[in-house]
């Protein structure tokens, strides 16, 4: 998982408009909030390709493709995320005020206990008000590669510091380091120990600096590093926590030892851990998983009543990604950078029918879009400025030939998506066929069966042989991009038993 450079801050500061937080410097040096279209200006990245793209020399291509990929399109769910972020962050500073004395007495006491070597948990009463003491948790699901992490990750890194250094705050000295968020990953994390190091590492890598060892410097319990965790996010001021692949702790086997005291945390158990000093958490994982988690709650022994896990896994909001459907604005968006009209143009050009079979062929998973549009103009280009196209090909045709080329070996959740996409109608169609819906769904399944049959028919051009037919590299290139691949053959077995809805 990769991770940009940080770069600290000077905490500047704006008048807050709302009297409960004015004299709060952790709040007034939060950013000015975003309206919907200065978000999506701000936190959307696209070039198209250039107009002479299929003149140009092969290595400046192959430039302007790499480019493409780093194209981001924002989607509906990622301005709601943003808008109960930005409030929740703020009604938790404003809680936790460090210029406030019962802050300063709840950080003290708990590194008094830490330091002591004693577990700590903070009194009932010493809570604020109406729950304000209370940690609250956005919830973020999906199928696998739609981006749900990307969407969180650019959020975060776009629109926030996540570093402020505070210096001085209405002309008196006030010297602090303000971490806006920490996101962490729940893959490699086996118990409460290894997911405090986890947590720790990243601090230290957020910060510049060793701050682990004041707080990991003692022989501690395992509860006690989740003490440690809670202290440092009171010192450093940290505003989130995002849990990636939370699917690890929803669906955790039972532990078969005796003594369990250091296994991986339930979900209560985690809920808690910030609970008791209030800081949100973003929890994000796999439809699948959560699927799983909720047939988990109608067995007798479950943990907690259903109520009370939902309530704990997304007391604030749950925001769900869902697969491109055409007529989503997002979608012309991305044809218009990765296949703009420029560019494709006469014999090349794209109609409705290749962006229908496109998305059909990817499930509307944006993941895939991007790596099967890559592959497809780095093959195009190879072939315009090779042998060419001859008569009676067509682009449709060339993608489905990429498409088995490429993707013969994807990942099993793109199978799965595919038996449940439903990609919709097109703009134009959305008006004109709106009270018509039971011709359009048989428009729908005509559609899909055109588009297996090109797929079958590109996969029966292969000999009937274990060994690998040798291809002209001038035609499609056999270069696998990225890290999952797509069972073509699968899919198509899939469409032939008619699981699959479009």
């Not at 509860?223 to 699917?247: F, P, R, T, W």
């Not at 479950?302 to 109520?307: E, G, V």
């Not at 690998?468 to 069972?487: F, H, M, Y």
């Amino acid at each position: 998982m990769s991770r940009h450079t940080v770069t600290k801050n000077t905490a500047t500061y704006r008048d807050e408009l709302r009297t409960k937080y004015a004299g709060n410097p952790l709040v007034e040096s939060m950013p000015e909030f975003l309206s919907k279209e200065a978000f999506n200006e701000r936190i959307g990245k696209s070039t198209p390709l250039p107009a002479e793209f299929f003149s140009i020399r092969r290595v400046d291509a192959l430039d302007d493709i790499l480019t493409l990929e780093k194209s981001f399109f924002p989607v509906p769910q990622c301005y709601l995320l943003y808008e109960n972020l930005y409030s929740l962050v703020r009604r938790y500073y404003g809680g936790v005020n460090p210029l406030d004395a019962h802050t300063v007495a709840k950080t003290h006491e708990l590194a008094y206990h830490l330091k002591q070597g004693k577990e700590w948990k903070l009194p009932a009463e010493t809570l604020l008000d109406d729950g304000e003491g209370e940690s609250q948790s956005i919830l973020i699901s999906g199928r696998s590669g739609l981006g749900k992490s990307r969407n969180i990750r650019r959020l975060f890194k776009l629109l926030f510091d996540q570093v402020t250094v505070h210096e001085i705050y209405k002309g008196k000295p006030f010297i602090t380091v303000q971490v806006f968020y920490i996101s962490i990953d729940m893959a490699n994390s086996k118990n409460k120990t290894a997911l405090s190091l986890a947590f720790f590492a990243e601090l230290d890598r957020v910060l510049g600096f060793n701050a682990s060892k004041d707080f990991l410097n003692y022989k501690l319990k395992p509860s006690q590093y989740l003490n440690a965790m809670q202290l440092a996010c009171l010192k450093y001021h940290i505003g989130v926590i995002h849990i990636d692949e939370m699917q690890y702790i929803l669906n955790r086997p039972k532990s078969t030892k005796k003594n369990s005291e250091n296994d991986l945390p339930t979900l209560p158990e985690l809920e808690s851990l910030f609970n008791q000093v209030g800081v949100p958490i973003i929890v994000s994982t796999t439809s699948e998983a959560l699927q799983q988690f909720k047939n988990s709650l109608k067995r007798p022994n479950a943990d907690a009543t259903p109520l009370q896990l939902a309530s704990r896994l997304s007391s604030c909001s749950h925001i769900t990604f869902h697969q491109w459907q055409r007529r989503a604005k997002q979608v012309d968006a991305f044809f218009d950078v990765f296949f703009p009209a420029n560019v494709f143009k006469n014999d090349l050009a794209i109609d409705e029918k290749f962006k229908r079979h496109f998305l059909i062929l990817c499930a509307g998973v944006i993941k895939a879009m991007v790596f099967l549009a890559v592959s497809f103009l780095r093959s195009l280009h190879a072939k315009i400025n090779g042998p060419g196209f001859k008569d009676g090909d067509s682009l449709i045709g060339f993608l489905s030939n990429v498409y088995k080329t490429r993707f013969d070996t994807w990942d099993s959740s793109l199978k799965d998506s595919l038996k449940v996409y439903q990609i919709g109608p097109s703009p134009g169609e959305l008006n004109t066929q709106q009270n018509d819906n039971h011709s359009f769904a048989n428009s729908q399944d005509n559609e899909a069966v055109v588009v297996v049959t090109e797929v079958e028919q590109a996969k029966r051009t292969r000999a009937k042989t274990t060994k690998r037919q040798p291809r002209a590299a001038d035609v499609i290139e056999r270069i696998e991009e990225g890290e999952e691949l797509i069972d073509a053959d699968s899919i198509v077995a899939t469409y032939e038993k008619g699981q699959t809805r479009v």
